[in-house]
């Protein structure tokens, strides 16, 4: 029992010390010294906690069993510390002579963002050669791409695209395994037959000697020798492949936001959709994204506060499905950030720091730099937090495990293509929201002015000859002001609440890129033709009676 006049000393708190100290011995093999304490009573030596890291990222590749033997994934890097430990994981999963190795084929894609930051041509190819010396000492195809080409996206890139017919997601992953095995014996033993003679063609392989050859090939080498003529075309030494006029699109799009929150939401949809046709182009299936435990918590409280609560379980899980076609994968989701910073420092993993649009802001300045502050302030005092955070993520699911399925491209969000959360009944938050708008817009009668209302047009000009190009309501039937509130209200309505939020802290719809642009045009014409004949379409229910008739 505690007595209220015993004077408790320090001393648990010095053992608590002195437990998570380096000195002692590593958790796993119990004989070397620790270098390292990742967690309280977690310490690791050097070469234990290399093969903890590297277990965890093919644990997490195969438990899931999403990515396919021969498969072509594309490597989102950034050039920072998770993403940089990503590509050294996949460099040693597929060179190193391990029975659970890698079999797909990856590529690397960066996004220059430059443009956005106000940084200078110079300083941007500075950073890109830094960026492509570490590419090209991987081996792996690189693709970069500027921020700049989202103004020369087609017009088709936000329409919904079915899973390709050869996508496996319909196949046992085994006997893909088994196939791409069954490939590659047939492949080595076509090669080492080719300069023999005629007559020792008919020799067999035992399956041991198969096996042997197998481990003995360097898939890092093959890789090399196929793509070294890729990497010229995209050079940063050659001409820049965009012109002024886009860059300079890209800074007006982007001043004319007024909050950095929706600048960097805005940025993440622009990033999203450069990711996606790069991929489509190129012929990946499956993107890799280098966001660990730590920015996935971060991510999972920021979301909930934009927002975007309906879209969680894709937008923080392992894989994230949305667009169909291509297929987004986690797979640094279960490091920590401090576990990432201790494997690139222990084991020298470059990394090169880019400026981001939120470099040198404020904690107050956006609701995400807010949120990550206070997530690491508080994991500093509780060290529990984000492992906390992250496994309620891990918990949710959507309401449709396949977005794609039987989905109809107006109920997908314009700009984040998510399912639309705003198809909600009368009585709910989202309507009471609206409701509380549209009211707070409404100027009482009592406090406007009866001269103001009759000399005021009705563009909001004085009727005088310098207001007559600003005001059509004297000259013509319509009106400008009330054409530009129907546009807006119509592109509103394309877009789930978050996107709502961020679109509405733009100045002008015009400056937004015309792929964009051109997709709401092409919906509302859409939503038009199918409002003039609802009457003959059959409801889902009574299709489905008849065909069960």
């Not at 936000?158 to 395994?177: D, F, I, M, R, T």
């Not at 030494?237 to 001043?255: D, I, M, R």
């Not at 949809?269 to 993107?287: D, N, P, Q, S, V």
């Not at 279960?334 to 880019?354: C, G, H, M, Q, R």
Request: glycine residues 4%; charged residues 25%.
């Amino acid at each position: 029992m505690c007595e209220a006049e015993e004077d408790y000393s320090q001393q648990p708190l010095h053992r608590a010390a002195a437990a998570a100290s380096i000195a002692q011995k590593c958790m796993k093999c119990k004989d070397n010294s620790a270098v390292l304490v990742i967690r309280v009573g977690d310490a690791f030596c050097k070469s234990c906690f290399k093969e903890y890291f590297v277990h965890k990222f093919r644990a997490m590749l195969g438990k899931t069993r999403l990515i396919f033997p021969g498969e072509q994934v594309l490597l989102a890097l950034s050039g920072g510390p998770t993403s940089s430990a990503m590509l050294c994981q996949v460099q040693e999963g597929l060179c190193r002579e391990a029975p659970k190795k890698l079999r797909f084929s990856p590529g690397i894609v960066h996004i220059d963002e430059g443009a956005v930051c106000g940084r200078s041509l110079e300083e941007r190819q500075a950073t890109l050669l830094q960026l492509e010396g570490m590419f090209q000492a991987s081996g792996f195809p690189y693709h970069i791409v500027y921020l700049e080409e989202v103004f020369k996206l087609p017009n088709s890139m936000l329409q919904s695209v079915s899973s390709s017919p050869a996508s496996h997601h319909s196949e046992n992953y085994k006997e893909a395994v088994d196939d791409f095995l069954q490939k590659q014996r047939e492949t080595l033993i076509h090669a080492e037959q080719r300069p023999v003679a005629v007559e020792q063609l008919n020799v067999t392989h035992s399956e041991e000697q198969v096996q042997t050859k197998l481990a003995q090939l360097n898939v890092c080498d093959l890789f090399s020798k196929e793509n070294t003529g890729n990497t010229s075309e995209i050079s940063t030494c050659g001409k820049w492949p965009f012109n002024l006029t886009q860059t300079e699109a890209v800074k007006e799009l982007f001043s004319s936001i007024k909050t950095l929150t929706a600048k960097e939401e805005l940025l993440q949809t622009l990033r999203h959709h450069l990711l996606l046709y790069t991929a489509r182009m190129k012929g990946y299936t499956k993107i890799m994204m280098g966001d660990s435990c730590t920015r996935l918590a971060v991510k999972l409280l920021t979301n909930i506060s934009l927002g975007r609560g309906a879209s969680l379980a894709i937008d923080t899980g392992f894989s994230d499905n949305r667009y169909g076609d291509i297929m987004i994968v986690r797979p640094m989701r279960e490091y920590s950030s401090k576990e990432i910073a201790f494997y690139n420092t222990l084991f020298d993993v470059p990394n090169i720091f880019t400026p981001a649009l939120d470099t040198k802001a404020t904690d107050k300045a956006s609701i995400h730099r807010l949120t990550e502050s206070f997530v690491n302030k508080l994991q500093t005092d509780f060290p529990s937090t984000v492992s906390t955070v992250y496994r309620t993520s891990e918990k949710l699911n959507t309401a449709c495990s396949d977005l794609n399925c039987g989905a109809e491209q107006m109920e997908k969000c314009l700009l984040c293509l998510c399912a639309m959360d705003t198809k909600v009944e009368e009585a709910s938050a989202f309507h009471a929201t609206l409701i509380s708008e549209k009211l707070s817009l409404k100027q009482p009668p009592d406090q406007v002015p009866v001269k103001e209302v009759i000399e005021q047009s009705c563009c909001g000009g004085d009727g005088g000859e310098k207001e007559k190009g600003k005001c059509c309501g004297a000259h013509s039937e319509t009106c400008h002001s009330s054409d530009s509130s129907n546009r807006t209200t119509d592109f509103l309505s394309l877009l789930c609440y978050s996107c709502r939020l961020t679109v509405k802290d733009m100045v002008s719809l015009d400056l937004l890129p015309q792929y964009v642009l051109s997709e709401a045009e092409r919906r509302k014409r859409r939503a038009q033709v199918r409002e003039q004949i609802q009457e003959f379409l059959l409801a889902p229910e009574e299709g489905t009676n008849h065909t069960s008739s």
